[in-house]
């Protein structure tokens, strides 16, 4: 071990975020025949998790694999289902339904975009949804699913997927998981901390018992709260309340019902919109709302009344500022969870930012010098894909086309950021998608709001005209006969999970 190694890591709460951030570091910092760096997860029997992040984005299946988890086991042991994207109800207007597959919607043709060459035939006529070429959009209407397979391009394999699994079984795994390589879990309740009067450094903290828990690097998942980051590191917030109103939601399960879906529902509601996510043993259900739009105990109604099973509970309420620290790495203290900053669940970002936070700071990570070089990287990139997500979220709102609530109004109306309404003019004039942060969402995804919420075109990428129609049509042709074909040979989602993952 190097002089200026880290030689205690010191994670504050556990939950999703904590045990997501032992399990890679246990990993990697199991050093044979040297000196080992402890890892420490305290966590507190009297706060709560919340529960809500049920669904999840295809990079937590490399996330997975990193660890070397057993996939079918991972799924049974969280009664996970498999996630081919979200249906998006009622937004952009009522009555309307558009599908966010993941996957892309075929090949380039001579290395432009599948989706040009869609806009230019469907210019002339005789083309049926952009959708249909989703393969994974056409395996979510019809129940289906398999994993990919194969290794040359092909139907079979043109898709991605996640998963939707119990949060609080995620956790309890990945506690075992990093425990078995040497993680120690304290039970307790933080009730001060203790920074170096010298540099500002946190050097320990203090449990109710007496106890006091020395480290080197902190990293905080203390939730909405930033015990750490804003308690004692004074990162300071970035409200974007303006850009998504939304500030309350209500959490419930029921009972399962069938068919089993491999998608996540989101349907909006008058005063914002309600998730449906369906798992093995349960359905997860929420409420996301503007409390200046509805009152509590309307929103819980519009809650209930929306499921499609019995409720196995009364609606779990919680509230939230949509927003990020304004520097997630201050010192030795590393923000991450809800404890980072918060955007709403719409397009199951959450895990995804723990995820890609922890994998930053394996990629940067510092010795008890603590560089302030790496803090301000690790910031920068961290605040990229915040506000890259924030965009990405927002214009689900922006592009509404609903004027049949106040709430709707305010989204039509409301001001945007430079950087979307960028994007959104020049897919409006040129079917140009620019994407400002590419670990985040990718064209296909951008494309499938953007059209899915009645944003089209005004004009296409003049070079696609220089393909032959009739072969274009016929190439279009057999790719969707071939994605038909594909979906329909596959098994049902319910049937799948019942023959190969059933917990």
């Not at 246990?26 to 507190?44: D, F, T």
């Not at 879906?261 to 349960?282: D, E, F, N, V």
Request: proline content about 5%.
């Amino acid at each position: 071990m190097n002089e200026k190694s880290i030689r205690k890591i010191v994670i504050v709460g556990g939950g999703t975020a904590g045990w997501m951030a032992a399990a890679p570091l246990a990993k990697m910092l199991r050093r044979e025949g040297q000196a080992p760096c402890e890892i420490v997860v305290i966590e507190s029997p009297e706060i709560g998790t919340i529960g809500v992040g049920e669904a999840t984005l295809p990079p937590i299946r490399f996330y997975n694999a990193t660890l070397g988890l057993d996939g079918v086991d991972f799924v049974k042991k969280t009664q996970a289902t498999f996630k081919l994207g979200i249906e998006f109800k009622d937004w952009g207007e009522l009555g309307h339904r558009f599908f966010h597959g993941f996957g892309d919607f075929g090949p380039a043709i001579e290395n432009r975009s599948p989706f040009q060459h869609w806009l230019r035939l469907h210019r002339a006529g005789g083309m049926p949804s952009y959708e249909e070429w989703s393969t994974a959009t056409v395996m979510a209407r019809s129940n289906r699913f398999t994993p990919p397979v194969g290794d040359r391009p092909a139907a079979a394999n043109a898709f991605s997927f996640a998963f939707h699994f119990d949060a609080g079984l995620y956790a309890a795994y990945l506690r075992d998981y990093a425990v078995q390589r040497g993680a120690e879990r304290i039970e307790g309740t933080i009730v001060a901390v203790d920074v170096r009067t010298n540099d500002g450094f946190v050097s320990a903290v203090k449990l109710r018992d007496g106890r006091r828990v020395e480290g080197d690097l902190f990293i905080d998942c203390s939730g909405f709260r930033g015990l750490l980051i804003e308690g004692a590191m004074k990162a300071g917030y970035e409200d974007w309340s303006a850009m998504l109103p939304c500030n309350s939601a209500l959490a419930v399960p029921c009972e399962r019902v069938e068919p089993l879906t491999p998608y996540t529902t989101s349907t909006a509601r008058s005063a914002g919109w309600a998730w449906r996510i369906p798992l093995q043993h349960r359905t997860g259900n929420g409420h996301v709302y503007c409390n200046q739009f509805i009152n509590d105990d309307d929103a819980a109604r519009v809650l209930l009344e929306g499921l499609d099973g019995a409720a196995l509970d009364t609606p779990r309420q919680l509230r939230f500022t949509t927003g990020r620290r304004r520097r997630t790495w201050v010192k030795n203290v590393v923000a991450m969870g809800l404890a980072a900053g918060f955007v709403e669940p719409l397009e199951s970002t959450s895990i995804q930012l723990i995820m890609d936070g922890v994998g930053r700071l394996i990629e940067l990570f510092p010795d008890r010098d603590f560089q302030p070089a790496l803090a301000a990287e690790y910031n920068r990139r961290m605040a990229s894909q915040f506000e890259s997500i924030r965009d990405f979220i927002v214009l689900h709102y922006k592009l509404t086309r609903r004027t049949d609530s106040e709430f709707w109004r305010y989204c039509a109306a409301m001001p945007v950021s430079d950087s979307l309404a960028h994007q959104i003019e020049l897919f409006r004039s040129s079917a140009r998608v620019t994407i400002y942060d590419r670990d985040g969402f990718a064209e296909p995804s951008w494309v499938s709001i953007l059209m899915g919420n009645g944003l089209m075109p005004e004009s296409y990428d003049p070079a696609v005209d220089q393909v032959d129609e009739q072969a274009l049509r016929s190439h279009f042709t057999r790719l969707h006969q071939a994605i038909s074909r594909t979906a329909a040979d596959m098994p049902l989602h319910g049937d799948y999970i019942a023959r190969h993952a059933k917990a």
